[in-house]
C-alpha cells in the first residue's frame, strides 16, 4: 500500500417491524450472513439486548465496522456500515451491506447519510 | 421516554505518533478511562491488532459505541463516538469524550463531522 485510502462510511436510520428491532438473535443471522456473501472479515462482535427488548451491537471487521442501535418503540434503529478500502476498493460492498440489510429487515431508511473518511 | 432523542455522533480522522497507533493496549486503557470518568456503561469490546502493527477496536455501549481503526503508516485514525439520549442528554459527554481522546493520544484532528441522529 502507497496511499492513504479512505472509505465509505454509511450512517442511517431505518424504519420497519417492532419485532425485527426486539431479535438480536435475527440480527446477527442477516449481518453474518452479509459478512459472507461479501467475503468480509469478522474479528469480534457484541451484541446485547435490553430489558426493555432493543438491542445494541457492533461487529468489528478487519475492513472496519457496523452497528446497530434499535428503538422498537419507536420502530427506529441507527444503523452504520463502514468498510475501508486498505487492500482494495469496498466502496461498491459498504452500498451491497446497506441494501441488504435494509432488504433483510424489510425495511424504509429514513435517512442514508454517505461519508467518504 | 415519550420522545424518540437521537444523539451527536462525531466521526473524526486525527493524527497523532506511530507509537500509539500501534498499541491497542494503551488505547483500550483510555477509552475504560474515559468510560469510567463519564459514566458511561460498557457492555462489550473487541480490540484486534493486526500483524502490521495498527488494530482496529469497537466498544459497544448501553449509550451506542465508540470506534477506533488505526493506520499507523500513516501517523492516522478514524474515529467514532455516538452516544444516544436515550435516558439523559448526552451532547456533552460526546464531546467530552472526543476532547478527552484527542488529548490522551496528544493528537490533532484533521476531520472532525458532527452528526445528530
Redesign the interface.
Known amino acids: ?1 502507497t496511499n ?1 485510502k ?1 472509505g465509505l ?1 454509511i ?1 442511517s ?1 431505518f424504519s420497519c417491524t417492532t419485532e425485527k428491532l426486539m431479535d438480536h438473535v435475527f440480527c446477527k443471522r442477516v449481518f453474518d450472513g452479509i459478512i459472507n456473501e461479501l467475503s468480509l472479515q469478522k ?4 451484541y ?1 439486548p ?1 430489558p426493555e427488548g432493543g438491542y ?7 475492513e ?2 457496523v ?1 446497530i ?1 434499535t ?1 422498537p ?2 420502530q ?1 434503529a ?1 444503523f452504520d456500515v ?1 468498510l ?1 478500502n486498505f487492500e482494495k476498493d469496498n466502496t461498491d460492498k459498504v452500498h451491497e451491506f446497506f441494501n441488504k440489510t435494509i432488504g433483510s429487515f424489510n425495511a424504509s431508511a429514513i ?1 442514508q ?1 454517505e ?1 467518504y ?1
Chains 1, 2 share one sequence.
Open positions: 500500500m492513504y479512505p462510511h450512517l436510520t474479528v469480534g462482535e457484541v446485547h435490553f445494541t451491537a457492533v461487529v468489528c471487521l478487519t472496519s465496522h452497528s442501535h428503538w418503540e419507536f427506529l441507527t463502514f475501508s435517512s447519510q461519508i473518511r
